[in-house]
Each structure stands twice: as C-alpha cells, then as structure tokens.
C-alpha cells in the first residue's frame, strides 16, 4: 500500500526548531519529488519546501517564507524525507503535509507549489508555535 505518514509536530516556543518527518511505504521516495506543505486555520495550503527525485540530484526548493531556516533532506535508509524548521514563528503554526509529485516546481529559485500534481498526501502533523 503507497503511504505517507508524516511525524514530529508539537508545540514549541518562538525561536525554537522542529524536525518534522515523512516516512513512505509502497514505494521508493527517491523515485519522486517530495513535498512539504501547510495549512494554517482559515487559510489556503502552501508548499513550503520540496526535494526532487534523486535522478535530478536531489535539488531543493524552498518557499519563500521559510527560505533560509529551513532544510529539506532525505534519508535513504529509513526511506523517509526530513524537514528541519528553525527560527520558528507563531506564522509557521499549521498542520504541516508531505505528498509525492513529478518534480519541484520553483519560480526565480522558491518552491511554488503546484498542489494538483503531488498525490498520496499523508495525515498532516500538527505544529504550534506558541509562548
């Protein structure tokens, strides 16, 4: 069964860091472009990072908004997909999604996602960035 299932949210203080995780079943991630996307209540989802199929070098892409604290990496032997988030800020507060996709998607080098074209979006996890 093709699965994501996406770990690591929780509660932190502004100016914390989280590492949240992606972990596939079903299938190899390196075959795919990952993604990392959000949803604030009352908002739109967002991509916020994306690392493409390994066959492209495994090229990452930020969004703007989190571009310069943040790192998207995979790690082969857990076939999994890690974003680290530092300098957290109660506007990264969201449930946070991976899903799998053709290729990165970037503008003028940021990640702008295309959400119609990555599938198999896992469960989300929950961050909160609170004082």
């Known amino acids: 069964q093709v699965q994501l299932v996406e770990s690591g949210g929780g509660l932190v203080q502004p100016g914390g860091s989280l590492r949240l995780s992606c972990a596939g079943s079903?299938?190899?991630?390196?075959?795919?472009?990952i993604g990392w996307f959000r949803q604030a209540p009352g908002k739109l989802r967002e991509g916020v990072a994306c690392v493409s199929k390994s066959s492209r070098s495994d090229n990452t892409w930020y969004a703007s908004s989190v571009k310069g604290r943040s790192t998207i990496s995979r790690d082969n032997a857990k076939n999994a997909v890690s974003l680290l988030m530092n300098s957290l800020n109660v506007d990264d507060t969201a449930v946070y999604y991976c899903?799998?996709?053709?290729?990165?998607?970037?503008?003028?080098?940021?990640?702008?996602?295309?959400?119609?074209?990555?599938?198999?979006w896992g469960q989300g996890t929950q961050v909160t960035v609170s004082s």
């Open positions: 899903a799998r996709g053709p290729f990165c998607r970037q503008i003028n080098g940021k990640f702008v996602a295309r959400l119609e074209l990555f599938d198999n």
């Open positions: 079903g299938f190899s991630l390196n075959d795919y472009a």
